[in-house]
């Protein structure tokens, strides 16, 4: 009975990661300011982002992404995401309706 229970919750599927893009931001020559976040999938013809689908649930929902630690425990990073009205004191946030929601993720990341 309770593995039925998990099989019909509601739950979130990452369906492209975002990219590794290899900056590390260590020092002020490797400083980029709002430097795009792309998917995993992109290549230099065709960008692709991160995005998320909501599997299991219908009705208003919130997403909220941010920038955390590499490694756990996990903890805010000093960096912020940028992007519009979407972004506010570096956080991403949306609400969504409908089932089965895929939402891609366009944000940037503001490196301090």
Known sequence: MKI???RSSPYVEIIEQPASNGSRFRYKCEHKSNAPIHGVNSTSEKKTFPSIRIIRYRGRAKITVSCVTKDGPYRPHPYNLVGGRRCKHGVYTVEVSS???TKNIYINIDCI
Do not use: K, L, Y
């Open 99 to 101: 089932e089965n929601i």
């Open 4 to 6: 039925d229970i998990i």
